[in-house]
């Protein structure tokens, strides 16, 4: 839904319907559709205001390639987290290499309190 407003949120227009279909792992999915309505007066809320916020074809392009082996090693970690117990600090992923503004775990002590 995201790509989708991105990418054609001007031809977006009222009346139109959208199909998404959701895929399980296993034998679920779900299908459902939404419907383009007209943006109620002083909202905040439209298909071009999500598609300048998200930013999303502009955020892809900044995104990192990376060695397969990397991938292995950081689900490695993560697997080792969830073994750990506590307390805990992540090694992985660094600040530095994260979107800005994300949400992240930076520990867990004694007592299982998260940190974020």
């Excluded at 502009?58 to 995104?63: D, E, G, I, K, V």
């Excluded at 987290?81 to 660094?94: E, F, S, V």
């Amino acid at each position: 839904l995201a790509s989708l407003i991105d990418r054609t949120s001007m031809s977006l227009r009222e009346g139109k319907t959208i199909v998404m279909f959701s895929y399980g792992s296993g034998s679920m999915a779900t299908m459902y559709t939404f419907r383009i309505r007209s943006a109620a007066k002083n909202t905040q809320f439209s298909c071009q205001r999500m598609a300048d916020r998200m930013k999303l074809t502009q955020r892809l392009t900044t995104r990192e390639e990376v060695d397969p082996a990397e991938l292995d090693w950081a689900l490695e970690t993560r697997a080792k987290m969830h073994r750990a117990g506590a307390p805990y600090q992540p090694i992985y992923p660094t600040v530095g290499r994260l979107f800005p503004g994300t949400y992240y775990l930076t520990g867990i002590d004694s007592e299982w309190k998260r940190t974020y």
